[in-house]
């Protein structure tokens, strides 16, 4: 899902080329537009939609070989009761599976309205599509990941709807997990074994762990 976001695109080629050269098998798994939202594209604006698909086409014929294994997204909407989430406190504790999905979805309404305090009527329609959509993206994944016999996955930052739940998946099944992001230099990028890179718990065990005492 950063297919337009050349900076944390170069960070999944980059995962998955090293991975490729371990002497793994990949599997490389794609939007094709079924992500209500996505961190290039939040509002899934169709002329953006479509770009990223044909830039995925792109990537995959000029910087990925044919080792690579590509497995389209396919995200089925749960048929769920939501009508209990009404308000920024209802989204805020909605839980399932032990994924703090309202947390997923209200991370992204901040990212798109710049605001904390988001409005009832935004919750009941944008708040409870997005839920519904990860709460299928998780699945989705998880059935991926039994399909193929994942045992390590990756996704970007971890924090909103269109990534959280995919680490999520991989913790829910027992494999391995890491968020990725950029490692504050053009040549750096921080491999994070956490359901996201800003988990203050894992960061500051981390730092632990590198810092000499």
């Not at 209990?84 to 309404?109: I, R, Y």
Request: glycine content about 6%; some cysteine; overall charge neutral.
């Amino acid at each position: 899902h950063t297919t337009r976001w050349p900076v944390h695109l170069a960070e999944s080629l980059e995962l998955a080329k090293r991975s490729v050269s371990n002497g793994d098998r990949v599997y490389w798994v794609d939007c094709h537009g079924d992500l209500a939202s996505c961190p290039a594209n939040p509002m899934h604006q169709e002329r953006l939609c479509h770009a990223c698909r044909y830039a995925g086409w792109s990537i995959k014929r000029r910087f990925l070989g044919p080792e690579i294994n590509y497995v389209p997204l396919v995200i089925k909407n749960p048929t769920i009761e939501l009508s209990a989430v009404k308000d920024v406190s209802t989204l805020l504790d909605f839980t399932q599976h032990g994924v703090p999905f309202g947390e997923l979805v209200l991370s992204q309404l901040v990212d798109d309205y710049r605001e904390l305090d988001i409005e009832d009527s935004v919750i009941q329609t944008r708040g409870v599509a997005l839920l519904r959509n990860a709460i299928g993206l998780f699945n989705a994944i998880t059935s991926v990941i039994d399909e193929h016999r994942i045992d390590s996955v990756y996704a970007w930052n971890g924090r909103r709807p269109s990534d959280g739940p995919v680490l999520y998946a991989a913790q829910a099944k027992g494999a391995e997990f890491y968020s990725h992001i950029a490692g504050g230099r053009r040549d750096r990028m921080l491999v994070f074994p956490a359901v996201r890179v800003h988990q203050l718990a894992a960061v500051r065990a981390e730092r632990n762990r590198m810092l000499p005492r």
